[in-house]
């Protein structure tokens, strides 16, 4: 790892690549909203469906991926399966972001800006 004039070491390409998939699930308005869903509190797919104004079937799909990814966890409660964000590092992070860029657009009274292609 090289370091920078800051004295802080770079990550490895395997850490950026996994902070960058990681970024990229969350990079789908479906997606955030969910983890942000979770992060307030835990939830099952109707419940969860209910909240993001999605189809049961795209929210399913958007839980697996999240699963998968090891941003979301799931556990059983009788017929139902339950879901929760376990990482509290991961909801600092959405809370963090949703939060600011709120923020800014509240300050501003216009939308957030779009950042795209950066």
Known sequence: MSTAGSGFEDPSA???ADAAAAFGLLASPARLHIVWAL?????????LAERVGGALPAVS?????????????SRREGRRQVYFVDDPDV????????????????????????????
């Open 14 to 16: 395997d850490v950026l």
């Open 39 to 47: 992060a307030q509190g835990e939830s099952d797919v109707t419940g």
């Open 61 to 73: 799909q958007h839980l697996t991926k999240l699963k998968l990814a090891g941003l979301v966890r």
């Open 91 to 118: 909801v600092d992070v959405v809370r963090l972001a949703v939060t600011r860029i709120g923020d800014r657009a509240d300050r501003a009274e216009l939308p957030a800006p779009r950042l795209r292609g950066l």
